[in-house]
C-alpha cells in the first residue's frame, strides 16, 4: 500500500512535467514547420544567365532565400574580379571574399562557380 501512495504522487508529477514539455510559446512555430522553414529546398531555381570571363553562365539559387537580381549582380561582381592568374589556376579561382559572400570556381571551369554565405545562402552557376 505504501508503495502506491509513492507511486501517485511520482506519476503526478511525470504528467505535470510531460505536460509543460509539450507546450509552446504563444506564436512560436510548432518544430516540424520550424524545420520546413529552416530547410532551403533541394532543387536550385534559376535565375538566367550572366556574362562571365569565357562566355555565358548560367545562374541558379539553391532554395528560395536570394533574389535572382542580388544572385547575378554578385556573380557578375565575382567574374569581374578574376585575373588572368584567377582563370588559370589548377585549383580554380577564388576564394574571393564579397562582403557576407564567399565565391570560388571549379578547377578549369570558372563559370561552374558557387558562392555562399555562413547563414547557408547559395548561388550557383554552370556555363551556359
Not at 20 to 36: L, V
Not at 103 to 115: F, Q, T
Amino acid at each position: 500500500m505504501k508503495r502506491q501512495r509513492l507511486l501517485g504522487p511520482v506519476a503526478a508529477c511525470a504528467l505535470v512535467l510531460g505536460a509543460c514539455g509539450t507546450q509552446t510559446a504563444p506564436g512560436a512555430p510548432i518544430p516540424s514547420q520550424a524545420a520546413e522553414v529552416a530547410s532551403p529546398s533541394a532543387t536550385p531555381v534559376p535565375c538566367g544567365t550572366v556574362t562571365g570571363p569565357r562566355g555565358p553562365a548560367r545562374v541558379s539559387v539553391q532554395g528560395r532565400t536570394v533574389a535572382c537580381d542580388e544572385a547575378k549582380t554578385l556573380l557578375t561582381q565575382y567574374f569581374g574580379r578574376l585575373t588572368p592568374a584567377d582563370l588559370a589556376n589548377p585549383d580554380g579561382a577564388g576564394p574571393l571574399a564579397l562582403g557576407p559572400w564567399t565565391c570560388g570556381s571549379d578547377p578549369g571551369a570558372p563559370l561552374a562557380a558557387n558562392c555562399s554565405t555562413e547563414d547557408d545562402r547559395e548561388i550557383i552557376s554552370n556555363p551556359g
